[in-house]
């Protein structure tokens, strides 16, 4: 089992969203000029909760320095994920931003999710719980759920192409 820790960068395959999620990959499968990949980096490992991270709207190959993918921006406000395609190798580590500090690069004071279900809904605010909230108070929130790779990848694709940045 691979531990994460933050400030590490993980890239995010954008060829297998047909690949089942818990299909392990190999490297030779990611190489390749032609294969193209976002970017994430893990800002908290919350254990049995998943793990935070922020996805960045930088797009290339597995050899990218962590430098030009922690200067570009967020695609999205950070996610939940599972730890299953970094166990799976399907999205492969590429390095760890030195000196990494969870509120100083990735203003972690200020990420907020919300959780729950209708007329039970829990706001999360750097890693706090600040209690219950009205079922009208959600919609500018992300919602605390748990990203399959396959899901979060098509996610980034839609976003990508949202904002004009070709692959």
Same mark, same amino acid.
């Given at each position: 089992?691979?531990? /994460?820790?933050?400030?590490? /960068?993980?890239?995010?395959?954008?060829?297998?969203?047909?690949?089942?999620?818990?299909?392990?990959?190999?490297?030779?499968?990611?190489?390749?000029?032609?294969?193209?990949?976002?970017?994430?980096?893990?800002?908290?490992?919350?254990?049995?909760?998943?793990? *935070? /991270?922020?996805?960045?709207?930088?797009?290339g190959t597995l050899d990218i320095s962590i430098e030009e993918v922690v200067e570009s921006m967020? *695609?999205?406000?950070?996610?939940?994920?599972?730890?299953?395609?970094?166990r799976k190798g399907r999205w492969r580590r590429i390095g760890k931003q030195e000196n990494y500090?969870?509120?100083?690069?990735?203003?972690?004071?200020?990420?907020?999710?919300?959780?729950?279900?209708?007329?039970?809904?829990? *706001?999360?605010?750097?890693?706090?719980? *600040?209690?219950?909230?009205?079922?009208?108070?959600?919609?500018?929130?992300?919602?605390?759920?748990?990203?399959?790779?396959?899901?979060?990848?098509?996610?980034?694709?839609?976003?990508?192409?949202?904002?004009?940045?070709?692959?």
């Open positions: 089992m691979k531990n /994460v820790i933050p400030g590490e /960068v993980y890239a995010i395959p954008l060829f297998l969203t047909d690949i089942h999620f818990t299909t392990r990959v190999s490297l030779k499968d990611l190489r390749g000029d032609d294969k193209k990949f976002a970017y994430c980096r893990i800002i908290e490992d919350l254990g049995s909760r998943g793990i *935070l /991270v922020e996805i960045f709207n930088k797009v967020r *695609l999205f406000p950070p996610v939940i994920i599972t730890p299953l395609p970094i500090n969870k509120e100083q690069d990735s203003m972690y004071s200020d990420i907020t999710l919300v959780s729950g279900a209708e007329g039970h809904y829990f *706001l999360w605010r750097g890693g706090h719980s *600040l209690g219950r909230i009205p079922d009208e108070a959600i919609e500018p929130y992300e919602e605390w759920i748990y990203w399959l790779a396959p899901h979060l990848e098509k996610r980034i694709i839609k976003a990508l192409t949202d904002e004009g940045i070709s692959f």
